[in-house]
């Protein structure tokens, strides 16, 4: 009597077995129940961040802690345009884009021969597509759009600022290229002015 007590007592919860006593069948949320087996569906487990969404989370930590260690400390909300400038300036000290100064015999040249002293700097593409990741951010951890210190005109300014520089240093040009516009009215070239079928251009 004694020893059919105590096996009683240590059967698991009726609601973690499945129908045959002697087998434990655990069902994970994502599984589907029809059908004779349970399989894993892919639809519907989540899907892996992209890798945009991933840096844009990295930045945003690394965001996030550089206001901690800020002396003083400062909270999202008292983050201005002010302190992102100053952050911006500070990720210099990691940048490896070499921006030659103006009396340097390689100012303007794309491809300097030989090495020279002059400083490294965060590139002013990587700046850009940065503040644009944590504008994004911002607002998609609760910040308001009018109040995004990420969108201030004085980092607009600087970026614009850092392009130029940036851009007479190296000797490279950051304009986009214009596309062709289409012909007023919509009429189509011509069989004549029509570029030939091969895709071939004329020299």
């Known amino acids: ?41 892919p639809s519907s487990q989540s899907p892996s961040p992209s890798r945009y969404e991933a840096q844009k989370r990295r930045d945003w930590n690394t965001f996030g802690q550089y206001l901690k260690n800020h002396q003083p400390p400062l909270s999202l909300a008292q983050c201005s345009g002010a302190h992102v400038l100053e952050y911006l300036r500070y990720l210099d000290q990691f940048g490896k884009t070499k921006v030659h100064v103006q009396m340097c015999p390689f100012f303007g040249l794309p491809h300097p021969p030989v090495p020279c002293p002059c400083p490294l700097r ?51 040009s950051y304009e986009k290229k214009k596309r062709k516009k289409p012909t007023q009215g919509g009429n189509l070239p011509s069989s004549s002015d029509a570029p030939p079928s091969t895709g071939a251009t004329s020299a």
Request: glycine share 6%; net charge positive.
């Open 122 to 172: 965060q590139a002013w593409g990587s700046l850009d597509a940065l503040i644009g990741r944590l504008r994004a951010a911002h607002e998609e951890n609760g910040g308001s759009p009018e109040t995004n210190p990420f969108a201030a005109r004085a980092v607009r300014l600087y970026l614009r600022e850092v392009r130029e520089v940036q851009a007479k240093a190296r000797g490279v």
């Open 1 to 41: 009597m004694d020893m059919k007590n105590t096996a009683s007592t240590s059967i698991p919860s009726p609601s973690l077995l499945s129908s045959s006593p002697s087998t434990l069948t655990i069902i994970p949320p994502s599984t589907t129940t029809s059908g004779s087996s349970s399989t894993f569906s």
